[in-house]
């Protein structure tokens, strides 16, 4: 079963700010906080993920809290392109084996609205 | 170039009937997995295998076999299909091996239908 827990589903307005909670009160010190999404037909996309400090790339930002009990995912300006199942996972690293394997839950179905 | 492929994208059958699933890789991963997402969306790991192991998901019943050919294809063997096996099956990979990977590229999907 997932170890997160995530609104499941959420609206934003196009070029504003889209920030997707994830709750993971259980997770251990070894694993991480990943996040994939699902645009419509076709296969998860990996998106961003983190240990303990936020983390930024050119596709979102990922705010961990202190305690690492929950996670904020960020998309600076969204666009209807955005529009997908975001799924929050907490896993170990993967060195191919069955440590790592990613658990999906039911995600945040983001809708972008012109 | 398509990072992971899989053929067919869809695939009608009957009750009964063996078919294959194709999948390869082109981005030179060690680690590749089989996805299946059902009707209600839920997405879950049925295999990951490397050149070491092959980890089953213990739920999967024995009718679904993975065959590797060599390390950039995983396909997906499954023998007298069922009802219930219609769903949306996807392959991944990742880097794995000595490297740590946070990452799992997916393909795009294979829509198998039972009938």
């Known amino acids: 079963d997932a170890k997160t827990t995530q609104p499941t589903s959420m609206d934003c307005a196009e070029g504003r700010a889209a920030n997707l909670p994830c709750n993971h009160s259980?997770?251990?010190?070894?694993?991480?906080v990943y996040w994939y999404r699902q645009i419509h037909s076709q296969g998860p996309q990996y998106i961003i993920h983190?240990?303990?400090n936020n983390e930024t790339n050119e596709m979102a930002s990922l705010i961990i809290t202190e305690d690492r009990k929950s996670s904020t995912l960020i998309l600076p300006h969204a666009t209807l392109r955005d529009t997908a199942v975001y799924y929050c996972?907490?896993?170990?690293?993967?060195?191919?084996?069955?440590?790592?394997?990613?658990?999906f839950g039911k995600g945040t179905k983001l809708s972008v609205k012109p | 170039d398509t990072a992971v492929s899989q053929t067919p994208k869809y695939l009608v059958t009957q009750m009964g009937n063996d078919k294959s699933i194709k999948c390869e890789q082109n981005?030179?991963?060690?680690?590749m997995y089989w996805y299946k997402q059902d009707s209600k969306k839920f997405l879950k790991i049925m295999f990951s295998y490397n050149n070491k192991e092959l980890i089953i998901n213990e739920t999967v019943p024995n009718r679904f076999s993975p065959k590797s050919p060599d390390k950039a294809h995983l396909n997906l063997h499954i023998n007298s299909l069922e009802l219930g096996d219609s769903a949306v099956y996807f392959c991944?990979?990742?880097?794995?091996?000595?490297?740590?990977?946070?990452?799992?590229?997916f393909g795009p999907g294979t829509r198998l239908t039972v009938t």
């Open positions: 981005l030179g991963h060690d680690t």
């Open positions: 983190g240990l303990k």
């Open positions: 991944a990979s990742s880097q794995g091996g000595q490297a740590p990977s946070y990452e799992q590229y």
């Open positions: 996972i907490v896993s170990r690293m993967n060195y191919g084996g069955s440590q790592g394997n990613l658990i």
């Open positions: 259980t997770i251990s010190g070894n694993e991480y």
